[in-house]
């Protein structure tokens, strides 16, 4: 553990060196760079690598991993700034992507708890529910977290979603298929003429 965190600060310390400001074609030295526009321009730069490929390609997982770190890392050193909290939730994200879920949920409880104030506070909510319920297969947080989220946030365009995703979580495989089997005779007879 000790070594993959110290591997970790390794690769983001000799990239923030390979990023950091020469002077142009003419001479002239750029204004320093402080560690933070260092950390963001990385991150800008690695965001437009990863966003350049094509949609359909998969996705370049040492690019994404190195994201994460730096968008984490973002975090990590700069916890007050507005940015801390949209670079968790696109970590959340990429982690979702790169499989590893269990991080996701732990991204996505720091944005609930460290940044209340963000404006994608419930899509985090609802994405950590949503994890719990597709990839981590554990139903029970998954309602706990759905309920946290229209309990909390009841007007909000996520709360009508979680609502359907606890009482089809509620179902057994059986009152699904039944559930499932009832909608389509429904929409079958209300289309005959």
């Known amino acids: 553990m000790m070594k993959k965190a110290l591997g970790s600060l390794f690769v983001i310390g000799a990239l923030l060196l390979v990023g950091c400001g020469s002077p142009d074609s ?9 560690e933070k526009q260092k950390l963001i321009a990385q991150i800008e730069s690695l965001e437009a690598e990863l966003l350049s490929g094509n ?7 040492h690019k994404a991993e190195q994201i994460v770190i730096y968008y984490v890392g973002f975090a990590d050193n700069n916890p007050q700034d507005e940015k801390s909290a949209e670079y968790l939730f696109k970590a959340g994200e990429v982690s979702i992507g790169l499989g590893n879920f269990e991080r996701s949920v732990r991204l996505f409880d720091r944005v609930i708890k460290n940044h209340p104030e963000y404006d994608q506070l419930v899509e985090a909510h609802y994405m950590k529910g949503f994890v719990y319920e597709n990839h981590l297969d554990q139903r029970g947080m998954a309602i706990d977290v759905y309920n946290q989220l229209i309990s909390n946030y009841p007007t909000s365009k996520f709360a009508d979603d979680a609502k359907a995703a606890v009482e089809n979580l509620s179902l057994s495989d ?13 929409a079958a007879s209300q289309a005959l003429p």
Request: charged fraction near 40%; aromatic fraction near 4%; charge should be positive.
């Open 26 to 34: 003419k001479g002239t030295k750029e204004a320093p760079k402080t």
């Open 55 to 61: 949609v359909q390609a998969t996705l370049d997982q």
């Open 174 to 186: 059986e009152e699904l298929i039944e559930k499932f089997k009832a909608k389509q005779a429904k």
